[in-house]
């Protein structure tokens, strides 16, 4: 299959909608707060998706009936009820049959009810129980929320009616993705609402693009052990399609610590119709796939965890490089996540993680070594420095590792480069949105994404270029005490950064101050009465 090195941005149809849908979440100002709108505007959402595909389902086998090509042609009347009302015709599809009480045709033609809102959460009850059966996992996506919801019967009608509308109809355009677009507006616009708080769930779009550029994830078993609402999976999707793949080719696995959001990732990836296995647990201390060995990790993990317990790690741990004692790090989980992806790679896998500048040049004793054995082993492919103001939900300044264990040529498609690691430094590339927010334009992931694979590929057109990229030995990177930031190796000046954002900085510095001056007080007084003591002091 032909691989493309050009950015996959998702195709939009003509169909526009994305004002009208924060106008409408905005009607549910005052009754619920602004983080809690995605719980009701999206379990509507999925519940019109399951329903929809019920009915095209439905419309298909009822017309098998007068179809002289169909196995079903001119079947008795009785009959035709039985394979209407057999789950097996619809789940073949990968459709579920739905009860009248669930469908959003049902919920539309009483949305003036009074009991608008009992009915939706018995409609939620009933498709919840319809999920759990044929998967256990699916158990608890939909939850009945809105009874107990300061939410009118006006309200709740006036949702109903507004994704009632046909631009809001997948079977009326069927080519445009309107649940995914949807669901993927609302999770942004939701990011920006709770700032820090949305953290859980949201990774900013062109930043999952350019991972899933970079890595290409085509066939194979790919995860995400911080999965958020599972933004890196449908984008690997995205490209897949892109490139003239089949969904059938990749298996998807994913864990997630936030009950809500893993049943915010389950609606999302059920949404695409994708299969996957995602679990509930830490991953860093509840390894909920012990066995998996992944072809593609994609992952944006909480930076700079302090307090995750690495003291309840087993001693004989599998996933850490050595002894307990030199490769744990208890200050700062950054580096146990590595150790963990590294472990779930597969003998040709490769991952691409999301992590603070910090990782780059920390100098703690059990991070330094982590980051020794790492580039010494040829674990480390490339470091890609991103700009400021990529992520709504933290002043981190972050980076991007690739880690590899397909280094070393024999796949005939990726060169040997074990004595290297590529240095892309791009925090010059990026447009303001706004005034909070830098993206990643096509030409910015492009350029990264081509660079990285011209390096890595076969006959590859690879030259360094001053001030953005340079490949260099693991000689030079031991010869700069194992520091991985690109401004030290591409010609720029190194932007020495311990990832702390400014604010915190500052407050820190100034309580520091403050401490320093009320030392400097009492030392002041104690040396006036030594000298009063003595005579010398009136």
């Known amino acids: 299959m032909a691989k493309k090195n050009t950015p996959t941005s998702a195709a939009k149809a003509d169909i526009d909608f994305e004002n009208e849908l924060w106008n409408a979440a905005n009607e549910l100002r005052g009754a619920v707060a602004e983080n809690q709108y995605k719980d009701y505007v999206l379990s509507l959402l999925f519940l019109k998706h399951l329903s ?16 002289p090509q169909s196995y079903y042609y001119n079947i008795e009347q009785h009959q035709q009820t039985e394979v209407l009302e057999d789950e097996l015709e619809y789940q073949v599809k990968n459709v579920y049959r739905l009860p009248r009480e669930a ?22 009850v009933l498709i919840d129980e319809i999920l759990s059966k044929r998967n256990p996992d699916y158990k608890g996506v939909l939850e009945p929320i809105f009874v107990k919801s300061q939410l009118s019967p006006t309200q709740v009608a006036g949702l109903i009616n507004l994704f009632s509308k046909e631009k809001f109809s997948e079977i009326n355009n069927p080519e445009s993705d309107i649940y995914g677009r949807v669901y993927e507006y609302y999770i942004g616009k939701f990011a920006m609402a709770e700032g820090s708080g949305a953290g859980q769930f949201f990774t900013p779009g062109s930043v999952v693009r350019l991972l899933v550029e970079m890595l290409e994830p085509l066939k194979g078993r790919i995860m995400d052990l911080a999965c958020g609402s599972g ?7 995205k490209f897949l399609q892109a490139h003239g793949g089949d969904k059938n080719d990749i298996s998807i696995y994913g864990q997630e610590r936030y009950e809500g959001t893993l049943r915010l990732c389950k609606m999302n990836l059920l949404l695409r119709n994708l299969s996957f296995d995602v679990k509930l647990g830490d991953s860093l201390l509840q390894d909920r796939f012990p066995d998996l060995k992944a072809d593609y990790a994609l992952m944006n993990p909480p930076f700079n965890i302090s307090n995750w317990h690495p003291e309840l790690l087993p001693d004989n741990d599998p996933r850490l490089f050595g002894a307990k004692d030199t490769f744990t790090t208890p200050g700062n989980a950054n580096y146990m996540w590595f150790q963990t992806l590294w472990h779930h790679l597969s003998e040709r896998g490769t991952a691409g993680v999301v992590m603070a500048n910090g990782a780059m040049t920390t100098g703690s004793a059990g991070e330094k070594n982590v980051r020794e054995h790492m580039i010494q082993q040829g674990i480390v492919d490339c470091i890609v420095q991103m700009p400021d103001k990529l992520f709504l939900t933290t002043g981190i300044p972050a980076c991007i590792f690739i880690l590899s264990r397909n280094r070393d040529g024999r796949d005939g498609e990726h060169r040997e480069r074990q004595n290297e690691i590529l240095f892309i430094d791009a925090r010059k590339l990026g447009t303001m949105a706004s005034r909070r927010l830098r993206v990643f334009e096509d030409a910015d992931v492009a350029r990264i994404a081509d660079t990285y694979h011209t390096w890595r590929n076969i ?16 000689a030079e990177v031991a010869a700069n005490n194992y520091v991985l930031s690109p401004g030290r ?4 000046e190194a932007e020495e950064d ?21 030392e400097s007080t009492l030392l002041e007084k104690r040396i006036r009465e030594n000298l009063e003591g003595i005579g010398f002091w009136s």
């Open 103 to 124: 469908t959003w045709a049902y919920l539309r033609e009483n949305a003036e009810q009074d009991d608008i809102k009992v009915k939706v959460d018995q409609a939620f």
């Open 231 to 237: 933004g890196m999976f449908v984008q690997s999707l």
């Open 498 to 518: 311990d990832g702390v954002p400014f604010e915190e900085k500052m407050k820190l510095l100034t309580t520091e101050l403050a401490a320093q001056f009320e």
């Open 459 to 474: 006959g590859g057109s690879y030259s360094d270029t001053e001030g953005f990229c340079k490949a260099a030995t693991l």
């Open 489 to 492: 190796y591409v010609g720029s």
């Open 52 to 67: 929809e595909r019920f009915e095209v389902r439905k419309q298909e086998l009822q017309l098998s009936f007068f179809d």
